[in-house]
């Protein structure tokens, strides 16, 4: 178990259709990343979020967007959802203050979207 | 931006035999590189990650070597064994005011019995 977690596990929703992905980080980490992975694909940065604001951001659509929230969870809202958005979507999280190097991204268990 | 290679997308050892998975990256100021182990529908474990003031660093079986002149690294396991099949993921990243992990593209390892 990282301590990283994500919730929920699963969710089924219909094409045009928005959702909400939720992650905590570890305690004590202030930057959230996003992913996705589609089936069999690689992981595929969507944004980093560092003690409540954007600070990068990777392939992300418009129909995404995601936030930090003042207690560092985070969320991931998906609209006008696709066939095509059908994935997994991970959440990293890392301590991020080192100042010098990227800390460990610790991963949580995901989220794994059907888009019917 | 950074991009990262990682080959070969596919691999079978015989257990016991060692395994090698090499990656590529294009941003020569990168200076952290992890390894990833996913597991079929679970969640990307770090397994091993060197920074770019060592060449080579080893955890019991796993190894990993950096050359930054060729910005080329590399994962060594030894003494294979059926529960590292997986699939493995290479990663590279710049520290700054916005930092991200560029993730290759994955090594499906499978180990014969």
Redesign the interface.
Known sequence: D?GVTQTPKHLITATGQRVTLRCSPRSGDLSV?WYQQSLD???Q?LI?YYNGEE??K?NILERFSAQQFPDLHSELNLSSLELGDSALY?CASSV?T?????D???????TRLTVL | GENVEQHPSTLSVQEGDSAVIKCTYSDSASNYFPWYKQELGKRPQLIIDIRSNVGEKKDQRIAVTLNKTAKHFSLHITETQPEDSAVYFCAASLYSSASKIIFGSGTRLSIRP
Do not use: K, N, V
């Not at chain 1, 080192?98 to 990227?102: A, D, V």
């Not at chain 1, 460990?104 to 995901?110: A, H, M, R, S």
């Open positions: 990282s990343y694909q690689g992981l940065f980093q600070r990068a990777g991970f991020d080192s100042g010098l190097y990227t460990t991204q610790y991963f949580g268990p995901g």
